[in-house]
């Protein structure tokens, strides 16, 4: 079978949603920083109405990067530009944005608070996609998020179909992920998230162009899913799409607003 046949058979969920990449300040401990966007930072974001869900990836403070070394793709991590975590939120409707602008203003006075750098990655409706590719109530117990840089020379239409139809597949195919979701983006735009006080600065060689997150029954299955030949073969396939791929350990993925309701404690 064809894997853009196996993509059509994968049970998805379409979704309207964008990524917050977060850096906390260096001014004080890294643990400071993240114990506040966790609460009180995230109230308010909670409180946005129009929220779908609202999840927080914290990412590992060590990652150098666990996408295995692949010729003409960049994946080590910059230290320089290494994320802290990011802030996924998944929207009602495309009306939402209009619907929260009050609280939206709230989130941006107190990002100085806890944050030096933020940026705003959105995709068009249905751009963020959820596969099902576990059996109901099967654990993640652990989790990866990878970001792609499309590279020179190939068109934004072309590396979204690369992914959707060609990676999606493969990477489900592994049969070891118990969480696939992804997005893709439209071009980042610093005005959609132009926060005061805090830096907005993404070079054009910096930029992303969809996310992955994968999950896992527990760490060991992660560490052996990136150390597979069937892993490294996938990478010499993405390697004419993509110029880097960022791999994140993820420590924490924590759910603030689940089916458009705030929860009174965030699930992990």
């Known amino acids: ?19 917050i990449l977060l850096w906390v300040r260096s001014d004080q401990p890294r643990q400071t920083g993240m114990a506040y966007w966790k609460s009180p930072h995230s109230g308010i974001i909670s409180a946005t109405p129009g929220m779908s869900e609202y999840r927080q990836l914290h990412l590992a ?7 295995p070394v692949t010729d003409r793709v960049e994946t080590s991590i ?4 290494k994320i802290d975590g990011v802030a996924e939120v998944t929207l009602q409707s495309v009306l939402s944005p209009l619907q929260g602008r009050k609280q939206t203003r709230l989130a941006y006075e107190d990002e100085v608070n806890v944050f030096r ?16 590719v576990a059996p109901r109530g099967a654990a993640v117990g652990a989790r990866a998020l990878v970001y ?6 190939v068109g934004g239409r072309t590396f979204r179909r690369y992914v959707n139809e060609q990676l999606v597949p493969a990477l489900a195919g592994t049969g070891v992920l118990r969480e696939l979701r992804t997005q893709t983006f439209l071009p980042w735009i610093e005005k959609l998230w ?6 907005h600065d993404n070079p054009d060689d910096q930029h992303f162009h969809a996310s992955i997150v994968l999950g896992f029954a527990d760490a060991a299955a992660r560490d052996a899913f ?43």
Do not use: C
């Open 1 to 19: 079978m064809s894997t853009s046949s196996f993509a059509a058979r994968l049970d998805v969920q379409k979704h309207f949603s964008s990524s």
């Open 61 to 67: 403070e060590q990652n150098p990067g666990l996408w």
């Open 78 to 81: 910059p230290v320089g530009r």
């Open 117 to 132: 750098r933020t940026l705003l990655y959105a995709g068009l409706p249905n751009s963020s996609r959820w596969y099902d």
């Open 148 to 153: 792609l840089r499309r590279r020179d020379g």
């Open 194 to 199: 132009d926060t005061p006080n805090v830096a």
């Open 226 to 268: 990136f150390k597979s030949p069937e892993v490294a073969e996938l990478s010499d396939a993405l390697a004419p799409f993509a110029s880097a791929v960022h791999a994140y350990e993820v420590s924490e993925a924590l759910t603030f607003v689940k089916d458009g309701v705030i929860l009174p404690q965030y699930q992990q």
